[in-house]
Each structure stands twice: as structure tokens, then as C-alpha cells.
């Protein structure tokens, strides 16, 4: 009879035959402890545990603050908090801090020497500025928007050309279209114009917008749009003054503007330009002269220059940009309206320079009454002149626009205490503007 005989084992076979069972077993074994903890277990036991509470459920001890004044023992944040009433004047609710020392409101505590001046009717300072009895705060500090030109009355039609002119009442363009100012206190006062503006859209913008009202802008008389510049400085506040380009004995690279009042010349010339000139726009109180060292040491060229600006009630200013000449003098013999810058005060381009010409400014008027500076829109001057501006009346200097520096010269007026602004025949302060 035949045997059989049975084949060995596969080793892969076996071992997935045990580790199945073996998974199997164990898994059993944790779903069934799994299962009587679940429903036997009791979480309060599982282990220490840690309560972390958001608000305070009972009465605890409260918390020691350190000593704040003189009181030397500590006290603790106050249970209830107390409304402040009539008689409390507004000192609660408190910290449950102990004082030693009765309490004083701010409104008491001014500084030294300062209640007593106000108190004695001088006034009181607001922000820093200093409000007088029959005074509003906003009358001192609001920026008074001066009325769009023309102005009805003080223009007219000339050979097809709009020129200023004296009202049939006597009232004068440098009067009417000039800022108004006033200085009850009789401070010393200082003035700045800023020129060039008109060529340099971005620049003029900041000039206007930036510099306080009380700056004088001046416009070079080409600059586009020229009228809508002016009014748009006006609105801002801004007195506002036309350039007139005028000969100076060497132009360098430059060319002379085809409009440039010219020396040796009795007006056959310079009259027409000057007409020109004076029609580009309306709203200005005066003229200033650009350049001219040449044509201002010409008497004649320019007394008959200075007859006509006196006829149509037009100021003079001189930018001080040149020593001598003729302006002081013929302006007396004309009773023009005149003022003379002290200095430039960028005609060196840095600013540790113009910040001393600026504070030569502050001390001439000091020493003198009042004085005057001019500088042209560079980004470097409207900033710095900006800054300067802030706190002068602080340092004991009212910031004044130019036309509150001019006064009708003449031999007899000559005579009175001159307001040294670079001039030794500066016309007068007028403290009343």
C-alpha cells in the first residue's frame, strides 16, 4: 500500500497566519478595556487636574499696590467705585490711592509768573497765543481768505490793457489789495516775501498752502495761469506782489527779458513795458524789482518808472538784493509807497545760512522796530521759512506781511524814527498796520 506524504509549511503563510491572530487578540483586548472604562470610569479620577478661572466667583483677598506718594502704607484697589458729584468736583472715582496733600485741579496750576500777568488783564494764552480782553481766539488765529481780484473799481481799460488804478473814492491798490494787520501791542515786527512762484507749479502750491498768511508771494510777471495763482494765494491770505525785471549790469548766460525797464531811458521805453507788465494780472498791492542794480542808479529812468506806480496807487518794494540806488530817494520825492528788504536771505543755499539770515531778521527787528527779508521758492526755503515761522511770536516777534513796512515817503516823513530794514531811509513803522 502506497504512503502519502504532506508538503512542509510555507514560512511567508505562517507568518501572516500569526500576526493576524496576534492583531486580532490584542485588538479584542483594548476594545474591551476600552469599553469598561468608558462606562465604569469615573473622570474626576483620571489624575490631577487645575481650575483657571476668567472672573473671580467669590470674595478673595485683594491685591497690595505699592505706595504711589507719601503715604507710606500700602493700599489695595477700592471695592466700589463712588460718582462724581457737585462736591466731589469731579475727583472721583478714585484709585483708593491715600493722599497726603489736598488735591489741586489743572486748572489751577499755571505756571509761574504767567497767572499773574493774565490776571492783571493782559489776557490769556490759548495754545500759546496770547488772547487780549475784547480779543476771540479764532479772530487771532483764523487765516483770513483776502477777496478774489479784480476788485470793482480798482482797474481799467488802457490801449486794450488792464491796468490798476485809484478808485474814484481814493482808495489806492496798495491799500485794498493789501493784507490786513494790526499791532495793538506795538511788538517789533518782521516781514518775508517768497518769490519766483508762477514758474514752478509745485513749489508755488507749497508755498501757498504751507507759509503762513502773513508771508508776501511774489509772482514773476510770465508765469502761466497768472491770475488764477493769484487769486488762489489770496484765498490762502496771502498779500501778493508782481515782479518787474529791471537791468542789471551783466546778465552772464542769461538773456534780458524782452520786458526790462532800462536804464538811460526817459520812459519812452520803459512806460510801455512797464503797462505790460501791470496787465498780466490784478490783486497785487505792489511791484518788486527783479534784479535792477544797473537801472536803480539811474535817477531819471527811475523817477519816471516811480510817477507812474504813484499815479495808479501801486507799491514799491526793493528785495535788497543790491546796495545803493535810486529807489529810496525818488520814492520820497514821489510819496510812493516803499519798503526795502534787509537782505536775501538764500542767496546762499544752505540751511545753517538761511536760518542766520532769518535770525538776523529776528534781531533787527528787535533793535529797530521791524525788518524785512526776501527769498525765492526753493524747497529748502519754504520749508525752513515754515519752521521759522512757528513759534516767532513766542521769541517776541510778530510775523507782519510787507505792506504793514511801507508808508508814503517824503522829505517830511524822513524826518520821523526809520524803520532800519536794511534802508538808511526806510519809511516808518506803521504800528497799526
Same mark, same amino acid.
Given at each position: 500500500?502506497?504512503?502519502?506524504?504532506?508538503?512542509?509549511?510555507?514560512?511567508?503563510?505562517?507568518?501572516?497566519?500569526?500576526?493576524?491572530?496576534?492583531?486580532?487578540?490584542?485588538? /479584542?483586548?483594548?476594545? #474591551?478595556? !476600552? =469599553?469598561? @472604562?468608558?462606562?465604569? %470610569?469615573?473622570?474626576?479620577?483620571? &489624575?490631577?487636574?487645575?481650575?483657571?478661572?476668567?472672573?473671580?466667583?467669590?470674595?478673595?483677598?485683594?491685591?497690595?499696590?505699592?505706595?504711589?506718594?507719601?503715604?507710606?502704607?500700602?493700599?489695595?484697589?477700592?471695592?466700589?467705585?463712588?460718582?462724581?458729584?457737585?462736591?466731589?468736583?469731579?475727583?472721583?472715582?478714585?484709585?483708593?490711592?491715600?493722599?497726603?496733600?489736598?488735591?489741586?485741579?489743572?486748572?489751577?496750576?499755571?505756571?509761574?509768573?504767567? /497767572?499773574?500777568?493774565? #490776571?492783571? !488783564? =493782559?489776557? @490769556?494764552?490759548?495754545? %500759546?497765543?496770547?488772547?487780549?480782553? &475784547?480779543?476771540?481766539?479764532?479772530?487771532?488765529?483764523?487765516?483770513?481768505?483776502?477777496?478774489?481780484?479784480?476788485?470793482?473799481?480798482?482797474?481799467?481799460?488802457?490801449?486794450?490793457?488792464?491796468?490798476?488804478?485809484?478808485?474814484?473814492?481814493?482808495?489806492?491798490?496798495?491799500?485794498?489789495?493789501?493784507?490786513?494787520?494790526?499791532?495793538?501791542?506795538?511788538?517789533?515786527?518782521?516781514?518775508?516775501?517768497?518769490?519766483?512762484?508762477?514758474?514752478?507749479?509745485?513749489?508755488?502750491?507749497?508755498?501757498?498752502?504751507?507759509?503762513?498768511?502773513?508771508?508776501?508771494?511774489?509772482?514773476?510777471?510770465?508765469?502761466?495761469?497768472?491770475?488764477?495763482?493769484?487769486?488762489?494765494?489770496?484765498?490762502?491770505?496771502?498779500?501778493?506782489?508782481?515782479?518787474?525785471?529791471?537791468?542789471?549790469?551783466?546778465?552772464?548766460?542769461?538773456?534780458?527779458?524782452?520786458?526790462?525797464?532800462?536804464?538811460?531811458?526817459?520812459?519812452?521805453?520803459?512806460?510801455?513795458?512797464?503797462?505790460?507788465?501791470?496787465?498780466?494780472?490784478?490783486?497785487?498791492?505792489?511791484?518788486?524789482?527783479?534784479?535792477?542794480?544797473?537801472?536803480?542808479?539811474?535817477?531819471?529812468?527811475?523817477?519816471?518808472?516811480?510817477?507812474?506806480?504813484?499815479?495808479?496807487?501801486?507799491?514799491?518794494?526793493?528785495?535788497?538784493?543790491?546796495?545803493?540806488?535810486?529807489?529810496?530817494?525818488?520814492?520820497?520825492?514821489?510819496?510812493?509807497?516803499?519798503?526795502?528788504?534787509?537782505?536775501?536771505?538764500?542767496?546762499?543755499?544752505?540751511?545753517?545760512?538761511?536760518?542766520?539770515?532769518?535770525?538776523?531778521?529776528?534781531?533787527?527787528?528787535?533793535?529797530?522796530?521791524?525788518?524785512?527779508?526776501?527769498?525765492?521758492?526753493?524747497?529748502?526755503?519754504?520749508?525752513?521759512?515754515?519752521?521759522?515761522?512757528?513759534?516767532?511770536?513766542?521769541?517776541?516777534?510778530?510775523?507782519?506781511?510787507?505792506?504793514?513796512?511801507?508808508?508814503?515817503?517824503?522829505?517830511?516823513?524822513?524826518?520821523?524814527?526809520?524803520?532800519?530794514?536794511?534802508?538808511?531811509?526806510?519809511?516808518?513803522?506803521?504800528?497799526?498796520?
Amino acid at each position: 500500500m502506497a504512503s502519502r506524504r504532506d508538503a512542509d509549511p510555507s514560512p511567508l503563510r505562517s507568518g501572516l497566519t500569526h500576526t493576524g491572530l496576534s492583531l486580532l487578540v490584542f485588538g /479584542g483586548i483594548a476594545a #474591551s478595556l !476600552g =469599553a469598561v @472604562i468608558h462606562y465604569s %470610569g469615573n473622570p474626576a479620577n483620571s &489624575g490631577p487636574r487645575e481650575v483657571l478661572a476668567l472672573f473671580e466667583t467669590s470674595q478673595g483677598s485683594q491685591a497690595n499696590l505699592k505706595t504711589r506718594l507719601k503715604s507710606e502704607t500700602p493700599t489695595g484697589v477700592a471695592a466700589t467705585v463712588v460718582l462724581a458729584d457737585d462736591d466731589t468736583i469731579g475727583m472721583q472715582p478714585t484709585l483708593g490711592v491715600e493722599y497726603s496733600e489736598a488735591p489741586v485741579l489743572a486748572a489751577e496750576a499755571q505756571p509761574t509768573g504767567q /497767572g499773574d500777568e493774565d #490776571s492783571a !488783564g =493782559a489776557g @490769556i494764552r490759548i495754545n %500759546g497765543t496770547l488772547v487780549r480782553p &475784547g480779543e476771540s481766539y479764532g479772530e487771532i488765529t483764523r487765516i483770513t481768505s483776502l477777496d478774489p481780484a479784480p476788485i470793482s473799481g480798482l482797474s481799467e481799460r488802457v490801449n486794450g490793457l488792464t491796468l490798476p488804478r485809484i478808485s474814484a473814492e481814493g482808495r489806492a491798490p496798495s491799500d485794498v489789495y493789501a493784507r490786513p494787520f494790526a499791532n495793538p501791542g506795538n511788538q517789533p515786527v518782521v516781514a518775508l516775501v517768497i518769490g519766483g512762484l508762477g514758474i514752478n507749479a509745485t513749489h508755488t502750491k507749497a508755498a501757498i498752502n504751507e507759509l503762513p498768511p502773513e508771508v508776501t508771494l511774489s509772482f514773476a510777471p510770465d508765469a502761466g495761469n497768472l491770475q488764477y495763482w493769484v487769486n488762489q494765494a489770496r484765498e490762502k491770505g496771502h498779500e501778493v506782489l508782481i515782479e518787474v525785471p529791471m537791468e542789471a549790469f551783466e546778465y552772464g548766460r542769461m538773456k534780458m527779458h524782452p520786458q526790462t525797464l532800462l536804464a538811460n531811458d526817459d520812459g519812452t521805453r520803459n512806460i510801455p513795458r512797464l503797462e505790460r507788465l501791470l496787465s498780466r494780472a490784478s490783486g497785487y498791492f505792489g511791484i518788486i524789482n527783479y534784479q535792477g542794480a544797473k537801472f536803480a542808479e539811474d535817477a531819471g529812468a527811475v523817477n519816471s518808472v516811480l510817477d507812474i506806480l504813484k499815479d495808479r496807487g501801486v507799491a514799491l518794494i526793493e528785495d535788497g538784493s543790491f546796495s545803493g540806488g535810486a529807489f529810496d530817494t525818488a520814492a520820497g520825492q514821489t510819496n510812493l509807497k516803499y519798503a526795502r528788504a534787509a537782505s536775501t536771505i538764500d542767496a546762499k543755499m544752505n540751511a545753517d545760512d538761511i536760518r542766520n539770515e532769518l535770525l538776523g531778521l529776528e534781531t533787527l527787528a528787535k533793535e529797530s522796530g521791524g525788518s524785512m527779508g526776501a527769498g525765492y521758492a526753493y524747497p529748502l526755503t519754504i520749508e525752513i521759512a515754515k519752521d521759522w515761522t512757528k513759534d516767532l511770536q513766542n521769541r517776541g516777534v510778530l510775523l507782519a506781511p510787507v505792506s504793514a513796512l511801507t508808508a508814503e515817503k517824503s522829505a517830511e516823513n524822513d524826518a520821523l524814527q526809520p524803520v532800519k530794514t536794511g534802508s538808511l531811509m526806510q519809511a516808518p513803522l506803521n504800528p497799526e498796520g
